[in-house]
Every structure is written in C-alpha cells, then in structure tokens.
C-alpha cells in the first residue's frame, strides 16, 4: 500500500501538470477591429493573463519531488507551501468564471510584444484596435481551478500526514549515533571494559589513537 505522503505528493503533482496544461490554453476569446487590419479573433493564453499560473505550476512540480525525497518535517513544510500556492494561483482563474475581464487590461495584454508565442510575429493586437466582444473560455478555466483544488487537496494531505521516515534511515541514525556515543566514551573512559566492548560492537577500533585523550 502507497504511503500517505507519496499520494499526496503525486496529487500535488498532477495539479502542477494541470495547471501547467491549462496556462497553455486560451482563457480569453477576443474579437477586435481596427481600421488597418480589420476584424480579427485572437486568444489571450492563460499564462499571459496570469504570469503566475506557469510559475506556480513549476512550483508544484518541485513539491511533488520534495514531498517524496525530504524527511518529515521537511515533507510537512512542503505541504504548506504547496496547499499556500495552489489557493493563491486559483485567484485569476475563478475572478474570470465569475466576473468580466477588463477589456483595457486584455488591449495592452494582446497589444504588447509578448502576446505572441512567436517572437518574430510581434502583438496580436494593434494598440488602437477596439474590442468588440470578449468570450471566457469555461474549459481552460476549469481545468486551472480543478489542478488548483488537486494540488490544493495534495498539500493539506501532506501538511497533516506528513508519515514517518523510512526504516533504514532510522536505523541508520540510531546507529550514527551509537556510534557518536561510543567515540565520546572512549575520549572520556578509553580503558573501561564496557567502553572497549561497545566501541568494537559498534565497529570502532578502540586502540585508534585519535579516539583517545
């Protein structure tokens, strides 16, 4: 059965890729005319409505790598800052399923120069164009808000059940530290029978002079 933490954490995972995906796609339809070109539809991309959304999803992808790798108190971090960033990136997408996009903002979005995917293609639209219709694209929103809620739901999993660390890795700090023990005792009791027993149990030559004082 899969740990708690490595569900989480795929979870967080594929809410990045979600996002990721839906910051490729339009959110915005945009019809506009200007007296040069005409009328023309273009797409305003989720990313370049919010510079956010690609940011975000980068950052969950960390997440879910670090919510596996990390020990407990580290996983348990991750999951705050996991669940923090996931309601915050939900932000842009659910402010345009319930209202209306600013038609100045989408103008000076569409008419800059990073509009375009293609750098060589310049803005979509010209600055004087007027816009005459704007249409949400429901899909891509809700593909956000359902990456958001999933890794949302992914990093309050980890932040509350971070699990345990791994046996072998308790085991090998319980030794590491029989170990330290061992040294320490021999600094202060090298010729005690006890000491000298322990010191070779824990695979320490006790006649090692740096161990001695």
Request: glycine share 8%.
């Amino acid at each position: 059965m899969a740990k708690t933490n490595v569900v989480a954490s795929l979870l967080v995972g594929v809410g990045a890729g979600a996002l990721w995906w839906a910051s490729r796609l339009s959110w915005i339809s945009v019809t506009a005319f200007d007296d040069k070109s005409g009328e023309k539809t273009v797409d305003l991309i989720g990313s370049l409505w919010s510079t956010e959304a690609t940011a975000v999803s980068l950052l969950l992808a960390a997440a879910c790598v670090a919510g596996i790798a990390l020990r407990r108190f580290g996983r348990r971090a991750v999951g705050v800052i996991a669940a923090l960033a996931a309601a915050g990136a939900a932000w842009a997408p659910m402010q345009l399923l319930l209202g209306e996009p600013d038609s100045a903002r989408v103008l000076g979005l569409l008419s800059s120069d990073n509009s375009s995917s293609h750098a060589d293609k310049g803005a979509l639209l010209s600055g004087w164009a007027e816009i005459s219709n704007m249409a949400v694209q429901v899909p891509a929103l809700s593909l956000a808000l359902i990456g958001c809620a999933v890794a949302l739901f992914g990093g309050v999993v980890l932040a509350l059940r971070p699990g345990v660390d791994g046996a072998k890795r308790s085991q090998y700090e319980r030794a590491q530290a029989r170990q330290d023990r061992v040294r320490q005792d021999l600094e202060t009791d090298p010729d005690s029978g006890r000491v000298l027993w322990d010191a070779i149990d824990a695979d320490i030559d006790p006649t090692d002079e740096d161990l001695r004082p």
